[in-house]
């Protein structure tokens, strides 16, 4: 298994960046593909995107595409989401996970690791 440990959120004006962070333990973390969720009040949890095992390969949600990057350091276990121009509606509760068979898809059940998530909240 492996452990999961989100950082990097707090609060950013409309049209700011941040980048989250979520450091992996445990097995090895190369073994994994990775994916960002979001999950914001009275929604359900819902895909950004997600990278390959060696990063190789990266995909995203319509809604983020082209102002999210989604990149990896497998030398420091860590997986990483740079938000660039963040809109209000990209409020939420940001989650990582891990998908041992390698799955990139948009289905949570997908994934079966979960950190405990890092707010995100942009005020306009």
């Known amino acids: 298994q492996v452990q999961l440990v989100e950082s990097g959120g707090g609060l950013v004006q409309a049209g700011g960046s941040l980048r989250l962070s979520c450091a992996a333990s445990?097995?090895?973390?190369?073994?994994?593909?990775m994916a960002w969720f979001r999950q914001a009040p009275g929604k359900e949890r819902e895909f950004v995107g997600a990278?390959?095992?060696?990063?190789?390969?990266?995909y995203y949600a319509d809604s983020v595409k082209g102002r999210f990057t989604i990149s990896r350091d497998n030398a420091k276990n860590t997986v990483y989401l740079q938000m660039n121009s963040l809109k209000p509606e990209d409020t939420a509760v940001y989650y990582c996970?891990?998908?041992?068979?390698?799955?990139?898809?948009?289905?949570?059940?997908?994934?079966?690791?979960w950190g405990q998530g890092t707010q995100v909240t942009v005020s306009s």
């Open positions: 445990g097995r090895r973390f190369s073994d994994y593909a």
């Open positions: 990278i390959t095992w060696t990063g190789g390969s990266t």
């Open positions: 996970a891990a998908s041992i068979k390698g799955y990139t898809g948009d289905y949570v059940s997908g994934y079966g690791n």
